[in-house]
């Protein structure tokens, strides 16, 4: 459990918290928390600027399960993908481009239906 970071992502209508894999991404963002930011939505992903700025990871993807935890090194944002999006095929969570991925939303990833583009938004270690 040593090697796993957990966050809780806090917006007006609620919150929720995910599990991060120990990787070069995750830990530069540890060292950045707390981050509060302003949300955005694009399609049915919660995305959001950190003042993280990586390189893509090996193991980057573009299409991911639902409730993954991404960074988005185009844009240094966190994406979190709860169902499609714009350039989605069919049902799957296809982000903007590929992203490193981080870990897993705790529970369901749907909450984020909740989240308002323009919302204040905050990333807390946990």
Do not use: K
Request: charged fraction near 20%; hydrophobic fraction near 35%.
């Amino acid at each position: 459990m040593e090697n796993q970071l957990r966050i809780r992502v806090s917006w007006p209508a609620g919150s929720l918290t995910a599990t991060l894999e120990e990787t070069p991404t995750s830990t530069a963002l540890a060292g950045a928390l707390p981050i509060v930011s302003t949300a955005h939505t694009w399609g049915e992903e919660v995305y959001f600027d950190t003042p993280v700025s990586l390189a893509q990871e090996p193991d980057a993807r573009q299409v991911v399960e639902p409730g993954t935890v991404a960074f988005w090194t185009d844009g240094d944002a966190l994406a979190l993908p709860y169902g499609p999006t714009p350039i989605s095929r069919g049902d799957e969570c296809r982000l903007a481009s590929p992203c490193n991925i981080l870990g897993r939303i705790d529970g369901d990833p749907r909450q984020l239906a909740t989240v308002r583009s323009g919302d204040p938004i905050r990333v807390d270690a946990i």
